[in-house]
């Protein structure tokens, strides 16, 4: 059953506090998508890699960090420096090229209190 | 100006009415499209995209696209209740990041 996972579905934690997000894909997908959607907006891209070992910031890439050691996992940390955290985080995976359809996971919902 | 601009709405439509979402985008050399809809608190689920001038069809939705007036739409044809949602409209540029950029979506009401 190919597909994206997120996990957990919901995560609560305390302000100060680093935070990781698991995103793991099967759909043999070589680039790989984070995104921050705040309510009743859009979403902002934080970080994306195109290739293992590899990544670029999005547009609000501060306080937030990744890794691409694996092709199927880009974990995203989400740091205490990140001054507003609480949000709806959305992976995403995609072929590479500017024609690929992009994919999400069904997200994870940080709440820092 | 937004890269990727979409009105908010809500947009109301009566059930089995034609929806039509529109949206704008500013680098000219963008070359594909994409729309998206998220039902409240899910993720984004792709239902169509467009890459060439004119239109495309998939069942009830029509995608359009005038690279001229950098403007793409989506129609939706004899409207469900099922189809209220937020329609994202997304976009990726000729050049520079390989990611796509979102407007910030079109919210759709169809009223039973």
């Known amino acids: 059953d190919g597909g994206i996972t997120q996990s957990p579905k919901y995560l609560f934690r305390k302000e100060g506090q680093n935070v990781t997000l698991s995103c793991e894909q099967n759909?043999?997908?070589?680039?790989m998508y984070w995104y921050r959607q705040d309510p009743g907006q859009g979403l902002r891209l934080i970080y994306y890699?195109?290739?293992?070992?590899?990544?670029q910031k999005g547009d609000i890439a501060e306080g937030y960090s990744v890794s691409r050691e694996k092709k199927e996992s880009f974990p995203l940390t989400v740091t205490s420096a990140q001054k507003n955290p609480t949000a709806f985080y959305l992976c995403?995976?995609?072929?590479?090229?500017?024609?690929?359809?992009?994919?999400f996971g069904p997200g994870t919902r940080l709440t820092v209190t | 100006q937004k890269e990727v601009e979409q009105n908010s709405g809500p947009l109301s439509v009566p059930e089995g009415a034609i929806a039509s979402l529109n949206c704008t985008y500013s680098?000219?050399?963008?070359?594909?499209f994409f729309w998206y809809r998220q039902y409240s608190g899910k993720s984004p689920e792709l239902i169509m995209f467009?890459?060439?001038?004119g239109d495309k069809e998939d069942g009830r939705f029509t995608a359009q696209l005038n690279k001229a007036s950098q403007y793409v739409s989506l129609l939706i044809r004899d409207s469900q209740p099922s189809d209220s949602a937020t329609y994202l409209c997304?976009?990726?540029?000729?050049?520079?990041?390989?990611?796509?950029?979102f407007g910030s979506g079109t919210r759709l009401q169809v009223q039973p």
């Open positions: 759909l043999n997908h070589d680039a």
């Open positions: 997304a976009v990726m540029k000729g050049t520079g990041r390989r990611a796509l950029t």
């Open positions: 995403a995976s995609s072929m590479t090229g500017s024609a690929a359809e992009q994919y």
């Open positions: 890699s195109q290739i293992v070992n590899d990544f």
């Open positions: 467009i890459y060439s001038n």
């Open positions: 680098d000219r050399g963008s070359q594909s």
